[in-house]
């Protein structure tokens, strides 16, 4: 499940006066999706368009389609080159009940997963000549989610604000982040 953050009414950040994330997220989600599908993994994005979904809506439409991986785009400053945040789970005490999975712990089976992709990420981002940094928060949704799941985030060169949204570097980031699926795909199969 590809996430092109904000959307609608939630415009993200703004560079340069022009440039807007949900527009930068969701071009970087078209050509991820393509890039997943040539390498014969179905791919589905959470936004198409310019509509508004929460959080919440992010997280419950990725659990009910029991998708294998999630992860989220976003762009923002400072520095530049491509983030890659893991979910970060609180200290939260034993589990409630054993058949009821809490919201906030919904991650804790994938935790080490989603690390293991963050890390794979930032890799092969760096193999391909950018600049990249693996984090560990807890971001919403990414608690939430149920499978492996991740946050990538661009962060513009202060130099060239428009480059964000040239083919070059999201190819780039897309073959990135390809290549590490690719690459934990066949370990992660029959998991749960």
């Not at 992010?58 to 762009?75: F, K, M, P, W």
């Not at 807890?138 to 428009?162: G, S, Y």
């Not at 949204?165 to 190819?171: D, I, L």
């Amino acid at each position: 499940m590809i996430d092109p953050g904000h959307g609608g009414h939630d415009p993200g950040a703004t560079f340069a006066g022009k440039l807007i994330e949900k527009d930068i997220t969701l071009a970087l989600a078209r050509r991820l999706k393509s890039e997943l599908h040539e390498k014969g993994i179905l791919a589905r994005l959470l936004r198409d368009s310019d509509v508004t979904v929460s959080l919440e809506q992010r997280a419950e439409n990725t659990n009910e389609q029991h998708a294998a991986v999630y992860v989220a785009l976003h762009a923002g400053m400072p520095g530049e080159g491509v983030r890659v945040y893991a979910p970060a789970l609180a200290s939260l005490g034993p589990p409630a009940s054993a058949t009821f999975v809490d919201w906030d712990r919904a991650q804790a089976n994938s935790l080490s997963r989603s690390q293991e992709l963050a890390q794979k990420i930032t890799s092969e981002l760096s193999k391909r000549g950018l600049s990249a940094n693996s984090l560990s928060t807890p971001l919403r949704p990414l608690n939430n989610i149920v499978p492996p799941a991740v946050a990538v985030e661009l962060a513009p060169d202060p130099q060239d604000l428009q480059g964000i949204m040239g083919q070059k570097f999201q190819t780039t980031v897309a073959a990135g982040i390809v290549a590490a699926i690719v690459q934990l795909r066949p370990g992660w199969e029959g998991r749960q």
